[in-house]
C-alpha cells in the first residue's frame, strides 16, 4: 500500500468528484459473495459476525463426511469472502464448509472501531463454537488466505483440540529473515500514521482513492504478477469497497494495526499439521523467512507457479495438493493409533 504513489491533490478531491459510480454501486446493495446460506453470530468484541455454511451435514453417498472446513478471506481495502469461492464451490458438495466474513468486511458489522488481531481471533473463535454447536465436538480444517493467516495461527494456537489441520495461503510474516517475536498480542501499528488518518477527511480521502475499481485491479494484478486477474473477484471488490463503512478495517491495515508483532511466535507454538502455500509471481510473494518452519515436521510446504492466490489460478493443482496433504495426516494419525492400540495389547498380556 505504502507504493501506491498516489498524488495529494487526488487524495482531497470530494468523494462524489473522485468516483461518480460510488453512489450507484452503494444504492445497488451488496450481493452475496458466495452459494449457500447466509448466517450471523454474535461476537462481544465484534459485534454481528456474518458466515456462509454450505455442503452435507453427516453423509456423503453413504460414507461420512469429512469435517467441517473453514475458510477466512484475507484483510485489504476491498476484502470479502469472495476470495475463498474456487474453495468453498468445490468443497460445498463434499464437505460442511463454513466462509467467515471477517468483521469490518462483508454482511458483517463495519462500525468505526480500532479492529486488531484480536478483535479478528475472536471473531474466528466464535465462528469454530457456532460450527461446534452444529456438528459436535469434531475438530475442523482451516484455511485462511494472507495476513488473516496470523489470525487463525492466534486461534489455533489458543484452542488446539478445536482443530484438526490449518492451511495458510501465501501467509504474512515471512517475508524476511527478520523475525516478530515482540511481546505477546503486540502489533506492528506505526503509531504516526494512525495518528494521521484519525483526522476524517484524510481517512476518508486514501480510503477513496484504495478503493476506487482501477487501483482495485491494480492490486490484484500485482498479486496475480499478471493483468490476467479473476474479473468476478475484481466486480465483486468494487461493490463490497463502496458499502457504508466499507473504510475503517482497511484504513487499520494500512497503518499495519493488523500485523502482529509476536507472529514467529505463534508460527512456532502450532504442533497440529499446518500446510502452507505460496506462489512465485508478483509483489506478495516473497518468502524469505520460511527456513525456519521447513525444519519443522508438522508444516508442509507447497510452491506453485501462480501469483499470490494459487487457488484461483491453478485450482484443481491446488486442491489436489491440499487433499494430499489432509491423506498424509489421516494416514500419520492411523499409524500412531495402531501403535499405541498394539502397545496396550502387548501391555495387558
Known amino acids: 500500500m505504502t507504493n501506491c504513489g498516489w498524488p495529494l491533490r487526488g487524495l482531497l478531491v470530494p468523494e462524489a468528484l473522485l468516483s461518480g459510480k460510488r453512489d450507484c454501486r452503494r444504492k445497488a446493495g ?41 475458510l477466512i478471506h484475507c484483510v485489504s481495502a476491498a476484502a470479502s469472502a469472495y476470495e475463498m469461492k474456487p474453495l468453498y464451490e468445490y468443497f460445498r458438495t463434499r464437505r460442511p464448509v463454513y466462509a467467515i466474513d471477517l468483521p469490518g468486511f462483508g454482511f458483517s458489522e463495519r462500525d468505526d472501531v480500532e479492529y486488531s488481531p484480536r478483535i479478528m481471533t475472536n471473531a474466528i473463535h466464535v465462528l469454530v463454537a457456532e460450527i461446534a454447536s452444529r456438528h459436535g465436538a469434531v475438530q475442523i480444517d482451516a484455511m485462511a488466505l494472507s495476513l488473516s493467516s496470523e ?8 484452542a488446539p483440540k478445536a482443530f484438526r489441520s490449518l492451511g495458510l495461503i501465501s ?20 503509531k504516526f500514521v494512525s495518528w494521521l488518518l484519525s483526522f476524517r477527511p484524510l481517512g476518508q480521502a486514501l480510503f477513496i482513492a484504495l478503493s476506487r475499481p482501477r487501483t482495485i485491479r491494480y492490486f490484484l494484478e500485482r498479486t496475480w504478477g499478471s493483468r490476467q486477474i479473476d474479473e468476478g473477484l475484481w466486480r465483486y471488490s468494487t461493490f463490497t469497497a463502496a458499502q457504508p463503512g466499507a473504510r475503517y478495517a ?100
Open 171 to 190: 501467509p504474512t510474516g515471512f517475508e524476511t529473515e527478520h523475525r516478530h517475536d515482540d511481546r505477546p498480542e503486540s502489533s506492528r501499528e506505526l
Open 30 to 70: 451488496l450481493p452475496p459473495a458466495l452459494t449457500g446460506t447466509r448466517r450471523h453470530v454474535n461476537c462481544a468484541s465484534a459485534g454481528i459476525v456474518s458466515y456462509y455454511t454450505a455442503g452435507p451435514d453427516s453423509l456423503v453417498d453413504g460414507a461420512e463426511a469429512d469435517p467441517p472446513l473453514l
Open 250 to 349: 482497511p484504513l487499520r491495515f494500512v497503518t499495519l494495526a493488523l500485523f502482529s508483532a509476536d507472529i514467529s511466535c505463534v508460527y512456532e507454538a502450532l504442533q497440529l499439521p499446518v500446510w502452507m502455500s505460496h506462489g512465485v509471481r508478483g509483489d506478495f510473494t516473497v518468502y524469505r523467512g520460511e527456513k525456519p518452519i521447513e525444519k519443522r515436521r508438522n508444516w508442509h510446504i507447497s510452491v506453485f507457479h501462480t501469483g499470490a492466490m494459487p487457488h484461483f489460478e491453478m485450482r484443481q493443482h491446488f486442491i489436489s495438493a491440499y487433499k494430499l496433504f489432509l491423506r498424509q495426516h489421516a494416514l500419520r494419525v492411523r499409524s500412531v493409533q495402531l501403535t499405541q492400540t498394539e502397545a496396550l495389547r502387548t501391555a495387558h498380556r
Open 151 to 158: 489470525f487463525l495461527a492466534r486461534a489455533a494456537a489458543e
